[in-house]
Nanobody, 122 residues
Framework: EVQLVESGGGLVQPGGSLRLSCAASGFIFASYAMTWVRQAPGKGLEWVASISRRGIETSYADSVKGRFTISRDASKRTLYLQLTSLRTEDTAIYYC???????????????RGQGTQVTVSS
């Protein structure tokens, strides 16, 4: 059974940083691209970033490019998202997703974990 457990969220001031983690189990982690998405209050799910199976290729939404960094550690079976220069509009529940294969853009929103809340507020 595929399990994705996100953690690392919290309350942070504008301009602050957080590192989110996603512990993966139930599948061969190194065989799949991975993705982060988020859902702000009252809005739909928004793609944030994706990473290739070996972590060599990454892709970011324009809204987070230059501020967020996606990475992965195969030995720990963990996906990360480093958030820096946070803005109030980054407030959302952040979810990780196991892609359907090797392609960065081949994923289903329904395959996400339970999420971790990030709140950016002064």
């Amino acid at each position: 059974e595929v399990q994705l457990v996100e953690s690392g969220g919290g309350l942070v001031q504008p301009g602050g940083s957080l590192r989110l983690s996603c512990a993966a189990s139930g599948f061969i982690f190194a065989s799949y691209a991975m993705t982060w998405v988020r859902q702000a209050p009252g809005k739909g799910l928004e793609w944030v970033a994706s990473i290739s199976r070996r972590g060599i290729e990454t892709s970011y939404a324009d809204s987070v490019k230059g501020r967020f960094t996606i990475s992965r550690d195969a030995s720990k079976r963990t996906l990360y998202l480093q958030l820096t220069s946070l803005r109030t509009e980054d407030t959302a529940i952040y979810y990780c997703i196991k892609n359907r294969g090797a392609e960065l853009d081949d994923y289903q929103m329904s395959s996400r974990g339970q999420g971790t809340q990030v709140t950016v507020s002064s």
